[in-house]
């Protein structure tokens, strides 16, 4: 295969027309066609540029391994995760902006680098980054994570109309790739277990999220009927994690816990309210110390490794979090008790300050 077919190859699979391929190299669509039909051959000093562009090493653009700068992308890529996993956005940001600098057209790299602009609070840089992935990314599964990249930058902008606008064009949660595997794929087959576990630990943190969200909608219910809500939470995840092994979930549960307590403080109920507050200082604990590299036993989900957990951008965890809510005067009548001293010392010991 000559150069010209392999450029025009190369250029085809990436959707990318003629004359976005000039603008790239700063010739003239009349010249890339040249190239394409052989009657003319780029110069040497664009071959990088060439091979950056289609995400491919100039060995291979001369015809001769693909495998090479993926590895390079991954490897950027992961560095860049090793800095977001500790909240360290900005050093994340340099590695991607440095990847990108090398590799113009990796959407993976783009991608990443929206991320980590939101989490900084950047996010009209966010917002066009996403918008120039899903304007030239032919990926289905990158589009899809911009996209929802996309919603949360320009809620988090201010933006809720234009979010809420995008989420309406997103495919009901009926015709996911995992929901529609769920009942295509037979037991024998090896994505089977998994799928059914991704999607399952999906729609119990749904669950978990829905029940949470009406437990504190005082507007539609009851004192008495959102705690039954937030009990429900909490029952649905300690069933299904019955081996305690609760993980990431533990965050929903410390919140639950923390909501129910409220309500019992309110109500002047001693017992049920330090109850509450121990639960929720056992789960703030038992999420901020769970193992990323550990395996669920329980049996639904037995075998599947354990996810990490999104970050918190300002820094805070959600030890912190817990700890100024309890400085609210409902707390009052059993602030001076020793159980309550206790919840906030382990609190404490969790705390990211």
């Known amino acids: 295969m000559t150069i010209g077919t392999t450029i025009k190859t190369l250029r085809r699979e990436h959707d990318i027309t003629q004359e976005q391929l000039a603008e790239y190299l700063n010739v003239s669509a009349q010249a890339v066609s040249q190239w394409e039909t052989d009657k003319t051959a780029p110069d040497i000093s664009q071959l990088p540029v060439l091979a950056n562009i289609f995400g491919v090493t100039t060995d291979q653009l001369l015809g001769v391994d693909l495998t090479k700068t993926n590895e390079k992308i991954k490897t950027i890529v992961d560095e860049s995760r090793e800095f977001y996993a500790q909240s360290k956005f900005e050093e994340a940001i340099a590695v991607l902006e440095k990847g990108l600098r090398e590799f113009p057209r990796s959407y993976e790299i783009m991608y990443q ?7 900084l609070g950047k996010y009209q840089e966010a917002i066009e980054l996403c918008k120039k992935i899903l304007s030239e990314c032919t990926d289905d599964e990158i589009r899809c994570r911009t996209t929802q990249t996309l919603i949360y930058a320009y809620r988090n902008s201010g933006n809720r109309q234009r979010a809420v606008e995008i989420a309406k064009t997103c495919p009901p949660t009926w015709f996911s790739k995992e929901d529609m595997l769920m009942f295509l794929l037979e037991k024998a087959d090896a994505d089977f277990k998994p799928n059914l576990q991704e999607h399952m630990l999906f729609c119990l943190g749904r669950l978990e999220m829905g029940l949470r969200m009406l437990g504190n909608d ?17 029952d649905v995840c300690e069933t299904v994690f019955c081996d305690g092994d609760t993980t990431y979930h533990s965050y929903s549960l410390a919140g639950a816990f923390d909501d129910m307590s409220v309500i019992y403080a309110n109500r002047k109920d001693t017992e049920n309210t330090l109850l509450c507050l121990e639960k ?11 193992d990323f ?23 805070k965890s959600i030890a912190d979090d817990l700890l100024e809510g309890l400085n609210c005067p409902v707390y009052d009548f059993v602030r ?18």
């Open 218 to 234: 005082e507007a539609s219910y009851s004192a008495d009927d959102r705690l039954r809500l937030l009990k429900q939470c909490v």
């Open 113 to 119: 680098l929206a991320e980590n602009f939101g989490c």
């Open 293 to 315: 590299n550990s395996h669920y036993t329980s049996p639904a989900f037995r075998g599947k490794e354990v996810i990490d957990w999104m970050p918190n951008p300002d820094g």
């Open 280 to 290: 929720e200082a056992e789960h703030a604990a038992r999420f901020l110390t769970y």
């Open 336 to 353: 001076d008790t020793v159980r309550f001293k206790a919840v906030i010392d382990m609190l404490q010991k969790h705390s990211a300050k």
